[in-house]
């Protein structure tokens, strides 16, 4: 699967400054890492979908996708607060609306990514169930 990885910019200065604010309606997802146990946090835009929250990655096969393939348990958290779901994986055939939700919630930033990786394939997309 396609991985686009992120620019220096973006995992030193830009996730940073979206994990302190929330900028762009983003929230925090964390998951444990495979190998160290420890926790993972990741900024991340989540979209409802049909009474869902889905997770969307945007730039494909990425770590925390592994990370929660290989733990389903995330904790999302917003200004709302924290809950805790397990995360299903969405079978390709059925990502198409979702991808279609996301990125009209995400907006032109997200654009440059879909282009790159224009299959449904390409993006793992989880459906969230409340713990």
Sequence with gaps: MAYLKPPWFTV????RIALATGVSN?????VTKR???E???IP?????VGGTRYLVSTRGESQWVKNVRANPT????????????VARETPVPERQPILTAYRKKAGRAVNGYFRKLPDPADHPVFALTAT
């Design 26 to 30: 983003s929230e925090t997802l964390t």
């Design 44 to 48: 991340v835009v989540t979209v409802d």
């Design 74 to 85: 995330v904790t999302v958290t917003n200004k709302s607060g924290a809950v805790t779901y």
């Design 12 to 15: 030193k200065i830009f996730n």
């Design 39 to 41: 926790p993972q946090h």
């Design 35 to 37: 190998g160290s146990k």
